[in-house]
Antibody
Framework: QVQLQESGPGLVKPSQTLSLTCTVSGGSISSGGYYWSWIRQHPGKGLEWIGYIYYSGSTYYNPSLKSRVTISVDTSKNQFSLKLSSVTAADTAVYYC????????????WGQGTMVTVSS | EIVLTQSPATLSLSPGERATLSCRASQSVSSYLAWYQQKPGQAPRLLIYDASNRATGIPARFSGSGSGTDFTLTISSLEPEDFAVYYCQQRSNWFTFGPGTKVDIK
């Protein structure tokens, strides 16, 4: 079955760019009907959707983060990536990648999550 | 932005009891409402989509209802593994999540 795995640095300095990659296994990222999302969870808090990408490259971002977010896809590697620029301590969170099944209108598959701390 | 409000914040119940969780949207989301369960150190797990449809592999004791702005997740008889935090999520207007309801053991 499809599995997602996040990877990337666990520590980022303030003002720098956070970069994470999600590797999709057990299925093709190019399969239609799915959007590939990034979601984060601040420590002890709720969930915040960051944005998604379709395999074609079309994207949609949370308006509150849009100015700092870039999501890209590499279909040859079956991966999609997140870049969040100008980070501050407020960006410290667990970052999840997730599959949004268009038929479900929901996130049916999630990665295990990766903790990213913003600190000097 | 559509804001989701969940109540109660915490629900203290015993195994075997019925749990009723509420999610209210600041404006209509039609039936574009999902429910997730999250346990400590784990990613959320999809339980219900489109307000009332159980996701694959979800036990029948979980059920969802509602439309428009008011939604309910019901767990008919709590099992020990059901004690967790539950989030609702809408996708009518991009995606937002509720703040969660923690179901803990009384």
């Amino acid at each position: 079955q499809v599995q997602l795995q996040e990877s990337g640095p666990g520590l980022v300095k303030p003002s720098q760019t956070l970069s994470l990659t999600c590797t999709v296994s057990g299925g093709s990222i190019s399969s239609g009907g799915y959007y590939w999302s990034w979601i984060r969870q601040h420590p002890g808090k709720g969930l915040e959707w960051i944005g998604y990408i379709y395999y074609s490259g079309s994207t949609y971002y949370n308006p509150s983060l849009k100015s700092r977010v870039t999501i890209s896809v590499d279909t040859s590697k079956n991966q999609f990536s997140l870049k969040l620029s100008s980070v501050t301590a407020a960006d410290t969170a667990v970052y999840y990648c997730a599959r949004d099944d268009y038929d479900y209108d929901a996130f049916d598959i999630w990665g295990q999550g990766t903790m990213v701390t913003v600190s000097s | 932005e559509i804001v989701l409000t969940q109540s109660p914040a915490t629900l203290s119940l015993s195994p075997g009891e019925r749990a009723t969780l509420s999610c209210r949207a600041s404006q209509s989301v039609s039936s574009y409402l999902a429910w997730y369960q999250q346990k400590p150190g784990q990613a959320p797990r999809l339980l219900i989509y489109d307000a009332s449809n159980r996701a694959t592999g979800i036990p029948a004791r979980f059920s969802g209802s509602g439309s428009g702005t008011d939604f309910t997740l019901t767990i008919s008889s709590l099992e020990p593994e059901d004690f967790a935090v539950y989030y609702c999520q809408q996708r009518s207007n991009w995606f937002t999540f509720g703040p969660g309801t923690k179901v803990d053991i009384k």
